[in-house]
């Protein structure tokens, strides 16, 4: 399958911003999707994930209350919604899939391109 990410730019803090995930073919379905990013001089993070029919969801402790992460099969397109936003929320934000619900990048086996996402002070 393949990924491509939109919806990043430039936002102020406070401000808000939804990133899309779209993926190629007919099987988007039968992928668990994740969202990462990585600033400048440190290492990639999990950001959410959320399972094949988006029935589980998982936020990493930075992001909850202000993220959601979230799917439409039938558009084969993966969300996340970033609200009250952050200086340090500036990265490239990737998303990724793999068949089964993983937690860490290095099992994800398909990747996006990435989208910058920054965040001014």
């Known amino acids: 399958v393949q990924l491509v990410e939109s919806g990043g730019g430039l936002v102020q803090a406070g401000g808000s911003l939804r990133l899309s995930c779209a993926a190629s073919?007919?099987?988007?379905?039968?992928?668990?999707v994740g969202w990462f990013r990585q600033a400048p001089g440190k290492e990639r993070e999990s950001v959410a994930r959320i399972s094949r029919n988006g029935g589980s969801t998982d936020y990493a402790d930075s992001v909850k209350g202000r993220f959601t992460i979230s799917r439409d099969n039938a558009k084969n397109t993966a969300y996340l919604q970033m609200n009250s936003l952050k200086p340090e929320d500036t990265a490239i934000y990737y998303c990724?899939?793999?068949?089964?619900?993983?937690?860490?990048?290095?099992?994800?086996?398909?990747w996006g391109q990435g989208t910058q996402v920054t965040v001014s002070s």
């Open positions: 073919g007919r099987t988007f379905r039968l992928y668990a």
């Open positions: 990724a899939a793999d068949p089964l619900f993983q937690t860490v990048s290095d099992q994800y086996t398909y």
